[in-house]
């Protein structure tokens, strides 16, 4: 099996489980939506869950995985298999430590995390639900750290599905304590003043990160984890990973952290009530393309680079990147059309039910709109990002999440007080989604001048032909909205049906128009699970 059929094969299967996570996630955030609406709780609820979730995010999707990869395929490939458990289980309970204090001190100065990351909009009284939810949610953090590591060990073994699917045992927890036969009798436990089915929501969070870790234990122990306990932070293995860990949680999160900086925005006191959820819902429908693919080819080629890195074989890992960066664009650019144009019948048929109503779907949409036009580059960075980390550089993300800080922040304040009428509670997204952009060229400039040229000839003239095809696409879609007056539906089950054809014909059309065009890409992922000529069963 050659090494781009095996990542799209490796890719394919975490898409799959991935996409059956984030349909329980939808879910999740249905019944959060259902429960909350865009109430004063809703916002106590995201913004509780949001800090120690970043925290998840960017240890688990970014600096622990990308630090630890490469360091463990180095051992993989040049240790015996005493000294690769041996650095292993130093890491597992080192991190057990720095993780288990982290909990306690995030339960302890919980009021003080809600004024920090309200600072725009603080009232004690309005956020009070919030610091008693975030001490609830804080040692979530604990769990969630230690199936990050476990996620990176596999991976390195090339194990993909089982942690890809540990999403989904987090959501069903979630959603299973969101009905009254599980919230009633948690919420008598809470004082009278907090007493909201998003107390039981924040119980679900909690044992849903110990599932994620406890689930991935069997699967390590069989490939020869024993879990011997030894914390060191003198081990060569543990300070190389720790090395590239504290960079790394500020170049790879950056991501992550940009999103958290629209939170602290949203909670102004100009913007209106809503603004924090509304952005955690459009969040949401954008990582459900972001989450399908971009994120699943990111996971696989961070392990097979890091290998390539390892041999020294630069120009192959060039090959792995530029190969995952056209593929991931042939799906993410058209995407995007799709997002932006049909936002509001999105927002409808996934959200407006229950305490979610239209003023909220509008609230939503808006926001949509400005992460839709920032998903290519949301799905570029994800690229780019682990060709520094394969090669163990983690400096240069960090200078340049640095940048894109500040200009996210920059940005952000210009449009909350100067431009505000123009782009309302959607203007933390636009800033994000400007930010993105700069991020995602800046890093590729800088390995392009490093490493030398990366094959782009190729990859623009792919682009071209997608660009073209998604532009297509989206005159189709603008002609659907145009002529069939979505909202005169009110019924949810009709709107289902029309979004559903708008949507299957929409994809029809590219696909059509990509085998016209003669793309690539589009024959690339038909082979995925064709068997090689010659190939044994």
Not at 56 to 84: H, N, W
Not at 116 to 145: D, E, K
Not at 286 to 314: F, R
């Amino acid at each position: 099996m050659t090494e781009h059929r095996q990542i799209l094969r490796s890719a394919s299967v975490v898409t799959a489980v991935t996409l059956v996570s984030r349909i329980c996630g939808y879910l999740r955030d249905q019944r959060i939506t259902l429960l909350l609406g865009t109430s004063v709780a809703a916002d106590s609820f995201i913004l509780a869950f949001r800090i120690p979730n970043l925290l998840r995010r960017l240890v688990g999707e970014g600096s622990l995985s990308a630090s630890f990869i490469p360091v463990f395929a180095g051992y993989l490939k040049t240790q015996d298999e005493k000294a690769i458990w041996q650095f292993a289980n130093r890491v597992f309970w080192t991190l057990a430590l720095l993780a288990g204090i982290l909990a306690i001190l995030g339960m302890i100065f919980s009021a003080q995390l809600i004024r920090i990351f309200t600072i725009f909009g603080y009232s004690h009284s309005q956020w009070a639900l919030a610091v008693y939810l975030n001490r609830i949610i804080f040692p979530y953090i604990f769990f969630v750290s230690l199936a990050a590591l476990a996620i990176g060990i596999l991976n390195s073994f090339h194990v993909f599905a089982l942690p890809a699917a540990m999403p989904i045992l987090f959501n069903l927890s979630v959603i299973l304590f969101s009905f009254g036969a599980v919230y009633q009798p948690i919420m008598k436990w809470a004082p009278e003043a907090y007493r909201t089915p998003a107390v039981a929501l924040a119980a679900g969070i909690l044992v849903g990160g110990a599932l994620q870790f406890l689930a991935q234990v069997p699967a390590l122990v069989r490939r020869g984890m024993h879990f011997d306990f030894g914390i060191s932070f003198k081990d060569p293995g543990v300070r190389q990973v720790g090395r590239l860990m504290g960079p790394g949680f500020f170049g790879i999160g950056i991501y992550q952290i940009n999103f958290f900086v629209d939170t602290i925005f949203a909670t102004a006191s100009r913007m209106p009530r809503g603004s924090v959820t509304s952005l955690y819902v459009a969040e949401r429908v954008m990582e459900l393309v972001l989450g399908s693919y971009a994120i699943a080819m990111s996971t696989v080629i961070l392990p097979m680079m890091s290998h390539q890195a390892a041999g020294q074989k630069y120009d192959e890992m060039k090959k792995t990147f530029t190969f995952s960066l056209r593929l991931v664009s042939f799906i993410t650019i058209p995407a995007a059309v799709g997002l932006v144009l049909l936002r509001t019948p999105i927002i409808q048929v996934l959200f407006q039910h229950g305490k979610f109503v239209a003023e909220s779907t509008s609230l939503a949409a808006r926001a949509l709109l400005y992460y839709g036009l920032g998903l290519p580059a949301f799905a570029g960075v994800k690229m780019v990002v682990p060709l520094f980390y394969s090669a163990q550089d983690t400096r240069t993300p960090v200078q340049v999440a640095g940048l894109v800080l500040l200009i996210n922040i920059v940005l952000n304040t210009v449009f909350l007080w100067i431009f505000f009428r123009a782009f309302y509670n959607g203007s933390p997204a636009l800033a994000t989604s400007a930010a993105a952009y700069v991020n995602f060229f800046v890093l590729l400039w800088i390995f392009r001048r490093r490493f030398g040229r990366l094959g782009f000839k190729k990859v623009m003239a792919s682009l071209g032909r997608v660009v073209a095809a998604s532009t297509a696409m989206g005159f189709a879609c603008a002609a659907f909205l145009r002529y069939v007056h979505f909202s005169s539906y009110p019924h949810l089950l009709p709107r289902i049906g029309l979004l559903t054809v708008v949507i299957l014909g929409a994809v029809a059309l590219y696909l059509g128009l990509a085998w016209l065009f003669r793309c690539e890409e589009l024959g690339e992922l038909q082979k995925v699970w064709r068997r090689p000529e010659g190939a044994a069963a």
